[in-house]
């Protein structure tokens, strides 16, 4: 009888590390040198075994990895301080906390102290949840749940398939079920509490064994044809084994993977490569933090060879900068008017407060675009299904990079309508904000249609005709508006 076909993981792991080999190359000439914390509380010596492992693989990708060593006593308050004290330090670019904790540790107090964008194991509530909304483009994923996906695409389609999970940990069982509903698989999640294990994997075509338990996975409880994917590990007369219980299945099953040597070395491969994923989340720009971003901090980070915020944020701030000055002038300007005047004013004033706040929502939109179109661009490639995805993405990231400007040129425009009405009301000593507010929401207009522009490429033929046409529409637009400002304005200057 033929024997099952053994799913290994080293040439999926070489191939992991080669990327992450370039990766770091990258990153040093840009003098960022990725490393990464490992903090223990354990005197298991598999555990202490273990980090050495990650130090030495690390360290043959040009990766820093410092171990802060606890004792297996330490207090909750200890740990949460060293886990915090790693957060903050800007040198460590990702924080791994070894499991299986001391009894007496709240694990999830000291998970919380750990930055999402620095959770390389992906266990962050932050994390967790974004990968349960199907949002794993903005998420750092756990490594083991990763690599079980990664050899079992390699080997057999995931979606429509039928998908047993044993095993619900955090670590694995929990995020490796949404990962597979995310790829369109059917999952069954069995555990202690399952009634009859046999049952639950009978109609199954796949099997993840997750549970830590030598040899669970035996010839009684598995059916011919299926794939099990052995994420399990556990030492039985002094060897390492799995759950699965490879002498009674070798026969009958389709494939499976070792252990050691299949789900183990893709998953030391994806720890690192999470390094890189949460360099590069840490290196995008926050949306939340730009409007409290120092001005001398701002510029730097524009004139920088790593621009963040880009050209479409920056023209937007420059739009707000341009409504400002607008309302500064009326605001001035009413203090020597009529009732009448003053009420037009009030109401000139509050359409364009609106309009400053759009602004300001614009810059935000263009970074999260920003964000979006890198996080696609950092999607696997290696099968056709990933292929597609990632292309899907990069689609979905250029569209939302073109509507944005779009939408923000349209209510720059609307402002400059209103700057003629914000010269007519202002005096003459401050009418000249008004066209120096007027020519920055003309200059942010020009900003925003290059940014058009570059984005349209991508586009088909008849899309990217639209689109040009959008673009020469308003640019008229605007520099009839502008002139008419700039006509206004002088006449007030010249005014006796």
């Known amino acids: 009888m033929q024997s099952a076909i053994e799913l290994r993981g080293n040439a999926i792991a070489k191939s992991i590390k080669e990327e992450i080999t370039t990766q770091v190359n990258k990153l040093k000439e840009a003098n960022i040198y990725p490393k990464l914390a490992v903090v223990s509380c354990s005197s298991d010596p598999a555990v202490l075994s273990y980090v050495q492992s990650k130090k030495k693989t690390a360290s043959s990708l040009g990766i820093e990895v410092v171990h802060s060593e606890l004792s297996p006593d330490v207090s909750q308050e200890t740990l949460n301080e060293t886990l915090q004290m790693l957060a903050d330090d800007q040198s460590v670019h990702g924080i791994i906390l070894e499991f299986p904790l001391p009894s007496h540790i709240d ?282 995805a990632r292309k899907k993405a990069l689609a979905d990231a250029t569209n939302k990079a073109i509507e944005v400007p779009l939408n923000a040129c349209a209510n720059i425009l609307e402002g400059l309508h209103l700057a003629k009405d914000a010269a007519m009301f202002s005096n003459r000593f401050v009418v000249s904000d008004v066209g120096a507010g007027s020519s920055l929401l003309y200059g942010a207009i020009e900003a925003n249609l290059w940014n058009i522009l570059i984005n349209a490429q991508s586009l088909s033929e008849d899309r990217k005709a639209e689109f040009l046409e959008k673009i020469a529409s308003t640019r008229r637009q605007a520099q009839e508006l502008f002139e008419q400002v700039k006509e206004l304005v002088a006449s007030k200057i010249e005014q006796k």
């Open 107 to 388: 694990s999830e107090q000291a998970v919380l102290r750990m930055k999402p964008c620095k959770d390389v194991d992906g266990l962050h509530p932050y994390n967790m949840g974004l990968l349960a909304l199907g949002k794993e483009d903005s998420a750092i994923l756990p490594a083991t749940p990763q690599a079980c996906i990664q050899l079992l695409e390699t080997y057999c389609p995931i979606k429509g398939k039928k998908v047993a999970i044993v095993g619900r940990g955090r670590t694995v069982g929990r995020p490796l079920a949404s990962m597979l509903v995310n790829r369109g698989a059917t999952v069954t999640i069995c555990h202690t509490q399952t009634a009859s294990l046999k049952d639950a994997l009978k109609d199954c075509e796949i099997v993840v064994a997750a549970t830590g338990k030598p040899k669970l996975l035996d010839g009684n409880i598995l059916q011919p044809g299926q794939v099990v994917i052995d994420a399990g590990i556990a030492e039985l007369d002094g060897k390492l084994c799995g759950d699965l219980d490879v002498t009674s299945t070798a026969t009958i099953l389709q494939a499976y993977t070792p252990v050691p040597g299949g789900v183990g070395p893709v998953t030391t491969a994806f720890i690192l490569k999470n390094l890189i994923r949460a360099i590069e989340i840490q290196q995008q720009p926050s949306p939340d933090s730009l409007w409290e971003t120092p001005l001398q901090k701002f510029i730097a980070q524009t004139a920088s060879d790593r621009p963040t915020p880009g050209g479409g944020s920056v023209a937007c701030v420059s739009a707000s900068m341009g409504f400002g000055l607008l309302l500064m002038a009326l605001r001035i300007s009413s203090k020597r008017k009529d009732i009448d005047e003053s009420n037009n004013i009030f109401a000139l004033s509050s359409k364009l407060e609106a309009m400053l706040e759009s602004a300001k929502n614009s810059a935000i939109e263009d970074i999260e675009c920003f964000n979006e179109y890198m996080s696609a661009l950092s999607l696997p490639k290696s099968t056709d299904e990933e292929k597609n």
